[in-house]
C-alpha cells in the first residue's frame, strides 16, 4: 500500500516563527502537493512538484515555499508564521497522469 | 477555470438506507477526471471512486456507485446500505487530462451523518 507520512499530527508555533512541515511518500511517485484545508472552503492547493527540484505554484502560495531535494520528501515552509495560517495542512502523492493523489493523515497548524 | 460545486454541506441518512450525494462542476475541457474522495474523523482521506469523463459507463465500487452526466456536468454519489462507518466528510473533485502535473480541483465538502 502507498504511504504517505506528515512528520507532525499537531503543531503549535508563534507569531513570526519559520516553520517546517514535512512529507514522505514510499512508492516513488513524481507528484506531491501541499493543501490547506478550512471549514467551509474545501481543499487549496498551495504548491505542487512533480519532479525533484522543481515546483509549481497553487492557488494560493502567499506566505508559503515548498521544497524538494529528494523525490521521496516535499517540505512546505511558512517562512514567517501568521495567526491566518491556523489550518490544517494535507499532503498528497501521485504516479504518472493518470493516477489518483494519496494523502497523508494531515497537520493540524495552530499560530498563537 | 475549472470549479466544482457541492451545494449542501450536511445531509443525514438512516443506517442501511440509500443517500445520494450532489457534485457539478463547470469545465470547457472534454477530457477529465472526476473522484469522489473520503474523509472519516481521523482526517486521513481516501480514494472512493473515479470517473473518466469518456466513459460513458457509471462507475461503481461495491455500495458506492455514481451517477455522471457529462452533458449536465454533474457528478454525484451513490451510497447504498449505509453503514455506521460511512460517516465521514465527502469531497467531489476534478481533473483535467491527460497530464502528469494537472491538479485537483477541489469542492467544498459535505458532512455525511448515519444514523443508528
Known amino acids: 500500500d502507498v504511504k504517505v507520512t506528515q512528520s507532525s499530527r499537531y503543531l503549535v508555533k508563534r507569531t513570526g516563527e519559520k516553520v517546517f512541515l514535512e512529507c514522505v511518500q514510499d512508492?516513488?511517485?513524481?507528484?506531491m502537493f501541499w493543501y490547506r484545508q478550512d471549514p467551509g472552503l474545501g481543499l487549496r492547493l498551495i504548491y505542487f512538484s512533480y519532479d525533484v527540484k522543481m515546483k509549481e505554484k497553487g492557488d494560493i502560495p502567499e506566505g508559503y515555499s515548498v521544497s524538494r531535494e529528494k523525490k521521496e520528501r516535499f517540505s512546505l515552509i511558512l517562512e514567517s508564521a501568521s495567526t491566518n495560517q491556523t489550518s490544517m495542512y494535507l499532503c498528497a502523492s501521485s504516479f504518472g497522469g493518470r493516477s489518483e493523489q494519496y494523502f497523508g493523515p494531515g497537520t493540524r497548524l495552530t499560530v498563537t | 477555470a475549472q470549479t466544482v460545486t457541492q451545494s449542501q454541506p450536511e445531509m443525514s441518512v438512516q443506517e442501511a438506507e440509500t443517500v445520494t450525494l450532489s457534485c457539478t462542476y463547470d469545465t470547457s475541457e472534454s477530457d477529465y477526471y472526476l473522484f469522489w474522495y473520503k474523509q472519516p474523523p481521523s482526517r486521513q482521506m481516501i480514494l472512493v471512486i473515479r470517473?473518466?469523463?469518456?466513459?460513458?459507463q457509471n462507475a461503481t465500487e461495491n455500495r458506492f456507485s455514481v451517477n455522471f452526466q457529462k452533458a449536465a456536468k454533474s457528478f454525484s454519489l451513490k451510497i447504498s446500505d449505509s453503514q455506521l462507518g460511512d460517516a465521514a466528510m465527502y469531497f467531489c473533485a476534478y481533473r483535467r487530462a491527460p497530464g502528469a502535473n494537472s491538479k485537483l480541483t477541489f469542492g467544498k465538502g459535505i458532512t455525511l451523518s448515519v444514523r443508528p
Open positions: 512508492m516513488d511517485h513524481e507528484n
Open positions: 470517473q473518466e469523463a469518456y466513459k460513458q
